[in-house]
C-alpha cells in the first residue's frame, strides 16, 4: 500500500518502508518506525502534523457568505433507449445552510459523493441551485457579465494540482488568466508584474526558480504546483477561496507548508476560506466552523473544535475515531 497518509500506515500496515528520493531511507515495523524514527525524513514527516495559529473572528466581521438551504441536484438519464423518454435527478445537496465570516474557515467533511463538490461548485456560481446564497451580499445571477465582479472575489483552488493546471500554457499565462478576463486593458508589462507579486506570495521567485515565468506546470513538484494554483486564485485579491482538497495529493511535510501558506494569507489579507477535506487534522488545524456531510445532507456543524472533542453524530464520531493515532487497527 503506497501512501503519504501516516495515518492509515498505523492502522492498516504491520510494516511500512520509507522512501525519499528513490532511496529506502527506513524499514521495520510500524510502530517501531513511526514511534522511534531513525531518518531526519521519517522524523520530518511524523512531525508534520500541522499547527493550529488561527485568528479569533470577531462576530461582527463583515458577513462573506450567507447560505440558506441550498440544494442541488443534477438532471439524470437512464442509460439507453429509456434515457430518451425521461429525465431523472439526483439531489445531492439536500439543505445547507452557514454563514462565513471575514477571515474565517469553514470546514467542510464528508465521505466520498456526500456532495461536497457539488456544494463548492454551487458557491461558485457554477450549478444551478435552489434556496438563498449571498457572496459579500450579492447573489449569482447566472449571467455572464452580471456575475464578473461576483467571480472576481470568489477564486477556486482544486485537489489535483496535476490535471487542474493546463498542460499547454506557461506559469506566466496560468497565473495571469484572471487579469486577461477580468483587467482586459492592463498593459503586458504591468500584468507581468502582477504575476510576479503573486507568485512571491506563495514564495516562488525567479531566483529560486530561474525561468519561472516561462517553465510548464509539469516541471514542477505537486507541492510547487499548487503554490502556483494559489497564486492564480490571488491574483485577482479575491475575499473567499473555495479549496477543494488542496492538500491530499500531497505528502504530510509539503501539506504542512501549503496549511502554514494558507493561515498566513488568511492573517494578511482576512480571505475567507470554504476547505472541503476529509482530513481531520487539517480541520483541526485550520477551520473555525466545521459542516459535515453524509449523502448530501448536513448531519453536522457548528465550531470546529467543539464538534471534534465532541461529535454528536455517529458519522462525526467514527470519523473522529478513524483519525487519532492510537484508533483501532483495521
Ligand atoms: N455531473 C454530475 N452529474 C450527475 N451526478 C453527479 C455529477 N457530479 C456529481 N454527481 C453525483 O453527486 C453526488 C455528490 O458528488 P460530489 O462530487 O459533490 O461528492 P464529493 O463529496 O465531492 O465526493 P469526493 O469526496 O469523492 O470528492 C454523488 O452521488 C455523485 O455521483
Ligand atoms: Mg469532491
Request: charged fraction near 15%; hydrophobic fraction near 40%.
Given at each position: 500500500m503506497i501512501t503519504h497518509d501516516l495515518n492509515l500506515v498505523r492502522r492498516f500496515a504491520d510494516r511500512v518502508a520509507v522512501m525519499e528520493d528513490g532511496h529506502v531511507v527506513e524499514s521495520g515495523a510500524v510502530q517501531q518506525v513511526l514511534n522511534q524514527p531513525n531518518h531526519a525524513y521519517t522524523r520530518k514527516l511524523v512531525d508534520s502534523r500541522p499547527q493550529r495559529h488561527l485568528a479569533e473572528v470577531s462576530a461582527?466581521?463583515?458577513?462573506v457568505a450567507q447560505v440558506q438551504d441550498v440544494r442541488v441536484s443534477y438532471r439524470t438519464k437512464p442509460s439507453g433507449w429509456r434515457g430518451w423518454f425521461s429525465a431523472g435527478s439526483l439531489l445531492a445537496v439536500e439543505s445547507a445552510s452557514f454563514e462565513l465570516r471575514q477571515g474565517e474557515t469553514l470546514g467542510v467533511l464528508g465521505e466520498s459523493g456526500s456532495g461536497k463538490s457539488t456544494l463548492a461548485l454551487a458557491l461558485l456560481g457554477l450549478l444551478p441551485f435552489s434556496g438563498q446564497l449571498k457572496l459579500m451580499g450579492q447573489s449569482w445571477q447566472h449571467q455572464h457579465s452580471a456575475d464578473l465582479n461576483l467571480r472576481r472575489m470568489v477564486q477556486v483552488v482544486f485537489q489535483d494540482p496535476f490535471s487542474s493546471?493546463?498542460?499547454?500554457?506557461?506559469v506566466e499565462d496560468v497565473v495571469g488568466e484572471g487579469l486577461r478576463v477580468h483587467?482586459?486593458?492592463?498593459p503586458p508589462q504591468q500584468r507581468q508584474i502582477r504575476v510576479m507579486q503573486s507568485l512571491s506570495e506563495v514564495g516562488m521567485t525567479e531566483s529560486e526558480f530561474p525561468g519561472l515565468l516561462q517553465r510548464y506546470p509539469h516541471e514542477f513538484s505537486g507541492g510547487q504546483r499548487q503554490r502556483i494554483a494559489v497564486a492564480r486564485a490571488l491574483i485577482l485579491q479575491p475575499r473567499l477561496l473555495v479549496l477543494d482538497e488542496?492538500?491530499?495529493?500531497?505528502d504530510v511535510s509539503i501539506q504542512k507548508q501549503l496549511l502554514q501558506l494558507l493561515q498566513r494569507l488568511q492573517a494578511q489579507r482576512g480571505l475567507s476560506y470554504v476547505l472541503i477535506t476529509h482530513d481531520m487534522q487539517v480541520i483541526q488545524a485550520m477551520a473555525h466552523q466545521v459542516l459535515v456531510m453524509k449523502q448530501g445532507q448536513v448531519v453536522e456543524s457548528g465550531p470546529a473544535l467543539s464538534v471534534l472533542e465532541q461529535p454528536r453524530h455517529a458519522y462525526t464520531q467514527s470519523l473522529v475515531q478513524a483519525s487519532t493515532p492510537d484508533g483501532p487497527r483495521l
Open positions: 461582527d466581521a463583515p458577513l493546471l493546463s498542460p499547454r500554457m506557461t483587467q482586459a486593458r492592463l488542496p492538500t491530499s495529493a500531497l
